[in-house]
């Protein structure tokens, strides 16, 4: 039976890391500042950066969770790292935390579908409602992305048990165009045939060598 890809370890506080995106010392510490006054969740803060130059290099160092950041900034601004972190960071979630409502700063932001825009000055309650949606949208990701795995997992195994009911088959065109359907080394089945066709006692390590080569495990292993 597959496991749930949605297991929880009840009682345990997933720890999620942040990193603070902006200009002025200030403003970043009062970012942190409200974001340790926040209860519900638990979160650690890898860096700040003063641009998005810095921040690039703390993200790639420290891979962070979650990205707050500034909008108009010097070297790279808030647009540019918006780019950058599509390309090169596409499992954070990133929060823009600006004192601009220019249409084109907005727009951006929604282009590259951020978790949320705050207007500074902002309260505890606002960012920590927004750090909420970002830990939500990680989450289903990630359980997504498991999901995904044990999706892919299941086909590979169907797929060697399928292969071996038709080896079990007696042999026909019919099962040869099949196997050929599915783009399988026929060479490796022809083989199969032969030793098949002799003794199977003295040949059973060979067939499981040659079913080895095609699907990278023992026959043994697979109807076990």
Not at 43 to 69: F, M, Q, R, W
Not at 181 to 194: A, E, G, P, Q, R
């Amino acid at each position: 039976m597959i496991g749930s890809p949605f297991k929880r370890t009840w009682g345990i506080k997933m720890e999620y890391r942040y990193l603070i995106v902006d200009d002025e010392v200030l403003i970043r510490r009062g970012i942190r500042n409200r974001i340790d006054s926040i209860k519900s969740l638990s979160l650690v803060c890898v860096g700040e950066a003063s641009n998005g130059e810095k921040a690039k290099e703390i993200i790639a160092d420290k891979k962070p969770d979650i990205i707050i950041t500034d909008m108009k900034m010097a070297k790279v601004d808030g647009v540019e790292l918006l780019n950058y972190l599509e390309k090169n960071a596409p499992d954070s979630a990133v929060i823009v935390a600006s004192g601009y409502t220019d249409f084109a700063y907005v727009s951006k932001a929604l282009e590259k579908r951020v978790i949320g825009y705050l207007l500074k000055p902002f309260s505890a309650a606002e960012i920590e409602e927004q750090l909420k949606k970002a830990v939500q949208s990680i989450e289903q990701r990630k359980s997504l992305q498991e999901l995904k795995r044990r999706v892919v997992s299941f086909e590979e195994k169907f797929e060697q048990f399928k292969l071996l009911e038709i080896m079990m088959e007696p042999w026909s065109g019919d099962v040869e165009r099949e196997l050929a359907d599915k783009n399988y080394v026929m060479d490796y089945f022809h083989l199969l045939i032969s030793i098949s066709t002799n003794d199977g006692a003295s040949c059973k390590g060979e067939m499981s060598d040659a079913f080895e080569r095609y699907s990278g495990c023992r026959i043994e292993q697979s109807i076990q």
